[in-house]
């Protein structure tokens, strides 16, 4: 019989994490045909497990997801990974804490991306998850790490899980692949929300001092325990 490792056995549950994960996007209307991702770091090992690429999400399946190393070569997998592999796997080089990333061009979050301007934080929900407004990184081009590069240098010195990269649509960072869904998620709803805020007038700002406790309650208190 052959010996089933412990790395082999997170894989193969991360493997079936991500793969349902990627129903989320589409359950929230955050993607279009085979657009954005989602990928999960193996914890303890320089491995990343993401969506293939190029496959609908209809045909997502758990032995289809990709498992690349932190340099987005492909270790084992039957489909070429996610275009964002690189950029991704950079993410996981650089932020130790990050367990899981997602991508999108969800609509409202994307068109905040479109015009390079931050969500400023005029909810309590932005101030719960993001602690602040939701920053806008740098012009790049796919094709080599400079997406990695202006995520990680955007979120480093940020409370916001999320990240509007210029002219292109949202990153997402968690301590697993489901956090990271929920920021995507959340980027999205707070996106469409003060956008249509800002339709019918100036929304206000909050006080630092509550964004903070806000922040702080909803991060280390909220929940169940
Ligand atoms: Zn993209």
Not at 148 to 156: A, D, F, K
Request: glycine content about 8%; proline content about 6%.
């Amino acid at each position: 019989m052959p010996v089933i490792t412990d790395v082999q056995r997170t894989i193969a549950a991360l493997r079936t994490d991500v793969c349902a994960l990627h129903a989320e996007l589409t359950r929230y209307g955050l993607v279009v045909w085979t657009a954005g991702n989602v990928s999960a770091r193996v914890p303890g090992h320089d491995l990343m497990v993401i969506k293939p690429s190029g496959v609908s999400y209809d045909d997502l399946t758990p032995d289809n997801m990709v498992v690349c190393d932190l340099h987005g070569r492909v270790v084992d997998g039957q489909h070429a990974p996610s275009s964002d592999t690189e950029a991704q796997a950079y993410v996981y080089r650089e932020l130790p804490h990050v367990g899981g990333v997602v991508h999108t061009h969800s609509t409202y979050a994307t068109a905040w991306a479109a015009r390079g301007e931050p969500v400023p934080c005029v909810l309590t929900m932005c101030a719960d998850e993001f602690g602040g407004e939701i920053p806008v990184g740098p012009f790049a081009i796919i094709g080599d790490d400079s997406i990695g590069r202006g995520i990680v240098e955007t979120l480093r010195d940020s409370r916001s899980p999320a990240v509007l990269m210029r002219n292109h649509g949202v990153f997402t960072v968690g301590a697993t692949a489901r956090a990271a869904v929920k920021a995507a998620v959340m980027c999205e709803d707070v996106a469409r929300t003060v956008h249509i805020a800002r339709q019918l007038g100036t929304p206000l700002p909050i006080d630092q001092a509550h964004v903070d406790s806000l922040h702080e309650r909803y991060q280390n208190v909220y929940g169940q325990r």
